[in-house]
């Protein structure tokens, strides 16, 4: 269908609902009076019937009289005897009508006649029914009147109330249209219509989401121009040493060995920024899709595999009794392999050669609980809420490189599963203890529905 105006729209529906219950109410009315007069004139033939019961009447013109054509009612009486005593002027009906009510024609003319009888005489009225009629519709317009102004100002007052009733809707478009392209502030839901503010409330939903987004990605342009700019300046620093060391085969091994190391540094570090930045950017929730945990630890100890057995870290999994009953959690697997895979790394990195990692797997009062455990240096307890920040080290560990983003990335994924993060001293390993604990996944459902 094409676009349409709403208010134009409901002006033309209810003005012509108007007009025509205004046209119904008119003829109904019409039709009454006329229904109503005609009552009235037979109730007045009945009572001057009645009222001339006691003699010839006054004031009406009698017989031989100048005739009166504008006189539209007729009497005639006779005696008991059938002798007429009185007849008015003009009168052209039957010497005789039935009793009570009737129509009669004569000389092309239509009467409304009325006929009582009494011991002494029988009386006859009757009227023009031309002029009855005519009185009638006179009668019965003055009752369709005051629908005729009355509708005018009604529609009048139901376009003004749909014009201020939208009044608030074209306020809103008016703000929507007039903001810049960086403010995704709410628009204001006062005064708008209960139908409306729903859809009011979804786009404050939508600006936010946008902001979202939108701070996601000018926090990604920070990063990148905070994380990039020192190894882009040592590697062109070790591209000029390389140049130098031409005749020392050595000198320009090592050269070449330090500017390898310098580009995988760049290159995990753009990954590591593309990744955070894609977390970050995504939906506040993660999708509906049922998740088994126990495969997402294979595969992340999978990946770390070959980078724990390089440093000569004993990398396994740790044996829970309750690790078969781990219910699936809703979320993505991807980005849970991600979160799992960082913390590992995180642990293998930190962890001095021949020291130990373990991951387990349990379900601690119906939530699902993922474990990190290595015996590295672990953390001090005022430095633990900070390692969560973009490009924070710790300063016991400083002598590692790295981006400073890997936990960064765990708690965006973590945040986006509604999971729990917290950070502790392994009692059996002594270092490093880290917690990832789930929501239980009917919960979760339902927080999604």
Excluded: C
């Excluded at 006929?115 to 003055?142: E, F, K, W």
């Excluded at 121009?225 to 320009?252: C, F, N």
């Excluded at 993060?421 to 009917?442: C, D, H, I, Q």
């Amino acid at each position: 269908m094409g676009a349409h105006s709403l208010k134009r729209r409901l002006l033309w529906f209810v003005l012509v609902a108007i007009l025509l219950a205004a046209v119904l109410q008119a003829v109904t009315a019409y039709r009454g009076a006329l229904r109503q007069a005609d009552a009235l004139f037979d109730d007045h033939l009945q009572q001057m019937a009645r009222s001339l019961r006691g003699g010839i009447p006054l004031g009406l013109p009698q017989a031989g009289a100048e005739e009166d054509s504008g006189y539209d009612l007729f009497v005639q009486i006779w005696g008991q005897d059938g002798t007429q005593i009185f007849r008015s002027t003009g009168s052209a009906l039957p010497p005789r009508a039935v009793l009570g009510f009737s129509d009669v024609e004569a000389h092309g003319n239509r009467y409304r006649v009325y006929t009582l009888q009494t011991p002494l005489q029988t009386v006859q009225i009757a009227q023009d029914l031309s002029a009855r009629t005519a009185r009638a519709r006179a009668l019965a317009l003055r009752a369709v009147v005051p629908f005729a102004w009355l509708t005018p100002l009604l529609m009048l007052a139901v376009w003004w109330i749909i014009k201020r009733s939208l009044a608030p809707i074209e306020r809103t478009r008016q703000v929507v249209a007039s903001r810049a392209a960086d403010d995704f502030s709410p628009l204001e839901g006062a005064g708008l219509p209960d139908e409306v503010r729903p859809l009011v409330d979804e786009l404050n939903l939508l600006f936010g989401r946008v902001r979202h987004a939108f701070e996601a990605q000018k926090n990604f342009v920070a990063d990148a121009a905070h994380e990039l700019r020192s190894p882009l300046t040592a590697l062109k620093l070790q591209a000029q040493t390389l140049r130098r060391v031409d005749d020392d085969p050595a000198a320009r091994e090592a050269a070449v060995t330090r500017l390898n190391l310098g580009l995988d540094r760049a290159i995990r570090g753009v990954e590591q920024l593309l990744l955070l930045a894609r977390e970050e950017a995504g939906p506040a929730t993660a999708s509906s899709q049922p998740v088994d945990l126990q495969q997402v630890v294979q595969l992340a100890v999978a990946d770390t595999l070959p980078q724990a057995r390089l440093g000569h870290i004993d990398l396994g999994l740790a044996e829970d009794a309750s690790a078969q009953a781990v219910p699936p959690v809703i979320g993505q697997t991807e980005a849970l392999r991600i979160l799992l895979r960082n913390l590992l790394e995180n642990a293998v990195k930190y962890t001095p050669p021949g020291g130990q990692v373990d991951v387990s797997l349990a379900l601690v009062d119906g939530s699902p609980v993922l474990t990190v455990e290595d015996s590295g240096p672990g953390i001090a307890p005022d430095l633990r809420p900070r390692v969560f920040d973009r490009f924070f080290r710790a300063s016991d560990t400083a002598q590692q490189t790295g981006s400073g983003l890997g936990l960064a990335i765990v708690k965006a994924i973590a945040d986006r599963h509604g999971a729990v993060l917290a950070l502790g001293e392994s009692p059996r390993l002594g270092g490093l203890k880290v917690e990832v604990r789930f929501a239980p996944a009917a919960a979760r459902h339902a927080d999604q529905l």
